[in-house]
């Protein structure tokens, strides 16, 4: 015989401490007729379930889970790109040390070679060399062997002076100076063209304009012991930059002051014929930033030099960090372009060397291979972008088809093949939260006599019916399933103490009403159920389903419209 509940019994709620104790009936007894204990206590600790226990955590996982490899993926080559971006900024910085360091010693060289003829010029002056005749020899001979030289002076205190420079008509000419100039009167300065040999050419005279000694080279090397820069804007001829010394004798007194004006000119073709690829741009600079050399590209990367033959000073807002002679030196990038300013104070006169350059020019290698990272770093981050939304695109109608096929589509319970797996889980985590799992079929009696005299519309709002009410009477963790035709599984997780037949009773009972309510013509519809207990964890979903359905089975063979239990060894009673 199997334990039943009457099925006029009065509906009992779940877990309440008044609800009566089950009866027993022969050798049948109902499983857990003990009073409930604590409902909250007991159900929190069976609802603490990993947190992917269900397909739709497990698909959430899973898309969070490609995100973020995603993302890791990106901020991998995102590090690797700043780190390969950060070598190719070096190796881009060495050639740039590299072209400053060539530069520098370009304009050591031609300063050092200047330096050194008006040295030997100093030296060479004597009581025979003063008469303008030998002295320009001596320049000569000077110039002669010095390519860094353009110009040579010596200038006397008494406002003589006798000059030489490279003809600017003539082929290897000259074009010497001698100025007689007299506090008291004014006399003249001769210009004569020389030829190949220092044949003379053409001699011109003309009045002095002004001293010779009032010229700012002059002036300053009489101010001092030691070899003095001066760099002047000639009218007509550009920036000049001249070296000055002033003989003196044994009590200090100045004998003379030997100039010589550096050949700019050169030193601009040499700095900028210096293999830095195309757009490069190197300039050097006074102290007071005025343009001594020549840069090759006027406008197009630099604008702040002014084009032609006559430089101005370099504005002072300039976009880039500016040095000064005594600063070791500074880099600024703007763009593709890389400025670099260094003071060569420590080397030689206080200039500065410019240098502005684009990075395609410095290093095409380098420079195209940041361009590539750059373009493969953009992708990806479309790429990830794109691939995250569609991942959020997707996830809706995947959930949505999963949610399909394991749902009844008539009456949006979940199906049997979703049952299968989930009750497992139930099981295992109800006995770790040491609860008990409830598995209850519920069969809709006579359901082929309302097919029959109602139509079969008429059984599928009665289905629809029965999986509302039954929704209706489980909890956010149990599991309602039609299971195939006019038969319901519920899997529910309860206390110990909870009495298993009172809780499906009551919920038959329910089932029951709304029934009749719906269909109060037939008064031969109703409701039975069949259940079984799971106590321990590793119990057998499948032969737990089968207890249930064989006590409902059994059951209604006695009687219709009752609830029929098995006992706890899962055996039919």
Not at 377 to 398: C, D, N, Q, W
Not at 441 to 447: A, G, I, Q, S, Y
């Amino acid at each position: 015989m199997s334990l039943c509940l009457g099925a006029n019994a009065a509906p009992l709620r779940f877990g309440d401490p008044a609800a009566p104790s089950c009866g027993v009936s022969g050798q049948s007894q109902l499983l857990d007729c003990n009073a409930p204990s604590t409902y909250r206590e007991v159900v929190a600790k069976a609802w603490s379930r990993p947190a992917f226990a269900t397909p739709a955590a497990r698909l959430t996982g899973v898309t969070v889970l490609i995100g973020l490899l995603l993302l890791a993926q990106f901020a991998l080559l995102f590090a690797g790109g700043k780190a390969v971006d950060g070598d190719a900024n070096r190796a881009l910085d060495d050639s740039l040390q590299q072209l400053a360091d060539v530069s520098e010693q370009r304009v050591v060289d031609f300063a050092e070679r200047t330096e050194q003829v008006i040295r030997n010029i100093s030296s060479a002056l004597s009581p025979t060399v003063n008469f303008a005749p030998a002295l320009i020899q001596v320049l000569n001979a000077e110039l002669t062997d010095a390519s860094e030289v353009d110009a040579i002076a010596v200038t006397y205190p008494n406002g003589e002076c006798v000059g030489l420079e490279r003809s600017k008509v003539r082929v290897d000419g000259r074009a010497s100076s001698v100025t007689s100039w007299s506090s008291s009167h004014v006399l003249s300065t001769r210009l004569t063209e020389y030829g190949l040999d220092m044949v003379q050419v053409k001699i011109d005279d003309s009045p002095a304009l002004t001293s010779p000694t009032a010229t700012d080279r002059y002036r300053e090397a009489v101010a001092t012991t030691s070899v003095k820069w001066t760099v002047v804007n000639a009218d007509g001829t550009g920036v000049e930059a001249w070296a000055s010394v002033a003989k003196r004798d044994a009590n200090g007194n100045v004998l003379a002051v030997v100039s010589a004006k550096m050949a700019v000119e050169d030193l601009s073709y040499q700095l900028n014929a210096l293999p830095s690829g195309s757009g490069t741009q190197v300039v050097l600079l006074s102290g007071d930033r005025t343009v001594i050399t020549s840069p090759r590209y006027e406008t197009a990367v630099a604008p702040a030099f002014s084009a032609g033959g006559r430089r101005g000073k370099v504005a002072s807002g300039a976009s880039y960090r500016q040095a000064t002679p005594y600063d070791a030196e500074k880099v600024s990038r703007s763009g593709r372009y890389v400025t670099l300013e260094r003071g060569m104070a420590n080397r030689g006169p206080d200039w500065v060397i410019h240098i502005r350059a684009s990075e395609l020019g410095l290093n095409r290698g380098f420079a195209q291979l940041k361009a590539t990272l750059n373009v493969v770093l953009g992708g990806l981050v479309v790429l990830t972008v794109a691939l995250v939304y569609l991942l959020y695109m997707l996830r809706e109608p995947i959930v949505a088809l999963r949610d399909g096929a394991g749902r009844d589509p008539l009456t949006g319970l979940h199906n049997r093949r979703y049952a299968d797996a989930t009750a497992k889980r139930m099981v295992r985590a109800a006995h770790r939260a040491e609860s008990k799992v409830v598995i209850a079929m519920f069969d809709l009696d006579n359901f082929k006599l309302l097919n029959d005299e109602l139509g079969h519309s008429a059984g599928d709002r009665a289905l629809e019916d029965l999986s509302r009410t039954l929704s209706s009477e489980t909890r956010g963790g149990d599991l309602a399933v039609r299971w195939g035709g006019d038969e319901f599984l519920l899997v529910m997780t309860l206390p110990m103490r909870d009495n298993a037949g009172v809780v499906v009773e009551r919920i038959r009972v329910r089932m029951a009403r709304s029934l009749a309510a719906q269909f109060p013509d037939v008064p031969a519809l109703g409701i039975t159920a069949g259940f079984a207990v799971s106590n321990a964890a590793d119990d057998d979903v499948a032969a737990i389903i089968a207890f249930a359905d064989s006590s409902l089975v059994e059951g209604k063979m006695m009687e219709k419209g009752r609830s029929y239990g098995a006992s706890s060894d899962l055996q039919p009673v």
